[in-house]
């Protein structure tokens, strides 16, 4: 029997709806997703603490007690630290960072006086400085106070090139003054006695200033040779002495 009017329109109504049904789920805005997040930077790698061996031929020239620091500080661990200055490598047949402000023939007292160190701070902008100054002076038979009179202008231009500037001033490693100046022995510890104290006085809590006892120990026979310059055992004994005293000063970073 054929359906009744009435039932049919039913019968079409139903499509009809569902397909409105689904129509209005499609055209349903999707829900928000959640904001993107930005990643985090990245930590900033540190940078290399610059290290600067200042002095005259026996920092340089080629001063191969350097290298031998070098290595030691990074089989230490200190591996984020570079050795800067004007003057490059010179030999020692050991990979290292041979940059170094080692200037054979040069006095601390003219260096002071001329203000070369302010230029060679400019050039490489150091936050530590080995000192190993003075040898010429006591051969030049400068007095005691002007050798330190000059140290003290040093630390100085030090400063104002970096108020917290970390400094370790050695004393010196000793003269043979049958193979130098006949009063060059005797001058190296006097000059050396008044380090120490020297030192205290110009040591700030932002900017110490730390000595290296280059002295004690270190034999001219065994250790040098000419009675001045370090040989390889000489060597070997200024990179010891001066390993801990490094330590010390980069322990005290900011």
């Given at each position: 029997?054929?359906?009744?009017?009435?039932?049919?329109?039913?019968?079409?109504?139903?499509?009809?709806?569902?397909?409105?049904?689904?129509?209005?789920?499609?055209?349903?805005?999707?829900?928000?997703?959640?904001?993107?997040?930005?990643?985090?930077?990245?930590?900033?790698?540190?940078?290399?603490?610059?290290?600067?061996?200042?002095?005259?031929?026996?920092?340089?020239?080629?001063?191969?007690?350097?290298?031998?620091?070098?290595?030691?500080?990074?089989?230490?661990?200190r591996t984020?630290?570079?050795?800067?200055?004007t003057q490059?490598?010179?030999?020692?047949?050991?990979?290292?960072?041979?940059?170094?402000?080692?200037?054979?023939?040069?006095?601390?007292?003219?260096?002071?006086?001329?203000?070369?160190?302010?230029?060679?701070?400019?050039?490489?902008?150091?936050?530590?400085?080995?000192?190993?100054?003075?040898?010429?002076?006591?051969?030049?038979?400068?007095?005691?106070?002007?050798?330190?009179?000059?140290?003290?202008?040093?630390?100085?231009?030090?400063?104002?090139?970096?108020?917290?500037?970390?400094?370790?001033?050695?004393?010196?490693?000793?003269?043979?003054?049958?193979?130098?100046?006949?009063?060059?022995?005797?001058?190296?510890?006097?000059?050396?006695?008044?380090?120490?104290?020297?030192?205290?006085?110009?040591?700030?809590?932002?900017?110490?200033?730390?000595?290296?006892?280059?002295?004690?120990?270190?034999?001219?026979?065994?250790?040098?040779?000419?009675?001045?310059?370090?040989?390889?055992?000489?060597?070997?004994?200024?990179?010891?002495?001066?390993?801990?005293?490094?330590?010390?000063?980069l322990d005290?970073?900011?």
């Amino acid at each position: 029997m054929p359906a009744s009017p009435r039932h049919a329109l039913r019968s079409l109504a139903a499509p009809a709806a569902l397909c409105a049904a689904l129509t209005g789920v499609l055209a349903a805005p999707a829900p928000a997703s959640a904001a993107p997040t930005t990643p985090a930077p990245a930590p900033a790698a540190a940078e290399a603490t610059r290290i600067m061996p200042l002095g005259d031929s026996i920092t340089g020239s080629p001063g191969c007690w350097r290298a031998l620091l070098w290595n030691d500080l990074q089989e230490a661990g200190r591996t984020s630290i570079d050795f800067v200055g004007t003057q490059g490598p010179q030999g020692c047949g050991v990979d290292h960072d041979g940059d170094n402000e080692g200037h054979p023939g040069l006095l601390a007292t003219n260096v002071a006086r001329q203000g070369l160190l302010v230029g060679w701070l400019q050039a490489t902008d150091p936050d530590v400085v080995l000192m190993h100054f003075g040898t010429n002076d006591v051969w030049s038979s400068v007095p005691t106070a002007t050798i330190l009179d000059a140290y003290s202008t040093l630390v100085g231009q030090m400063r104002a090139a970096n108020p917290d500037m970390r400094i370790a001033v050695a004393q010196i490693i000793r003269m043979d003054s049958a193979r130098s100046c006949a009063t060059c022995a005797q001058s190296v510890a006097n000059l050396n006695a008044a380090i120490p104290a020297w030192a205290a006085e110009q040591s700030t809590d932002r900017s110490p200033v730390v000595v290296a006892d280059q002295w004690t120990g270190f034999d001219t026979d065994t250790d040098t040779y000419d009675g001045v310059h370090p040989n390889a055992a000489g060597d070997r004994k200024i990179a010891d002495t001066w390993l801990p005293v490094i330590d010390g000063l980069l322990d005290t970073a900011a």
